[in-house]
């Protein structure tokens, strides 16, 4: 996709609860395309502009996949201190 298409995608499918400013994204994209997370091309738009799309690496999958873990981790330790189940005893 590209940078605004990625905007888009991330608050249509968060529900509108996250959106992305281009002043947030863009940064991010190039911190993403120098570690090789994410490789760039450049194409036609289906508006016929030129725009840059990025698409996610062999590397990039492996790190996506590393991260779900830790949020994953991360969001059942959180969800046991905030709904602890009560001790016997």
């Known amino acids: 996709m590209h940078g605004h298409a990625i905007a ?3 608050q249509r499918t968060s ?9 947030s994204l863009y ?3 190039h911190r993403l395309e120098a570690k090789g997370w ?5 194409e036609r738009s289906d508006k016929g502009k030129r725009a840059k799309y990025y ?3 062999a590397l990039g999958r ?5 991260e779900q873990s830790k949020w994953q981790a991360f969001s059942r330790a959180m969800g046991l201190l905030l709904n602890p189940v009560e001790e016997k005893g």
Request: aromatic residues 8%; charged residues 20%.
């Open 55 to 57: 698409r996610l690496t």
């Open 27 to 29: 940064p991010c994209v």
């Open 62 to 66: 492996r790190q996506l996949f590393a």
């Open 15 to 23: 529900e509108n609860l996250l959106q992305v400013e281009t002043g």
């Open 38 to 42: 994410i490789a760039a091309t450049w």
């Open 8 to 10: 888009k995608h991330i």
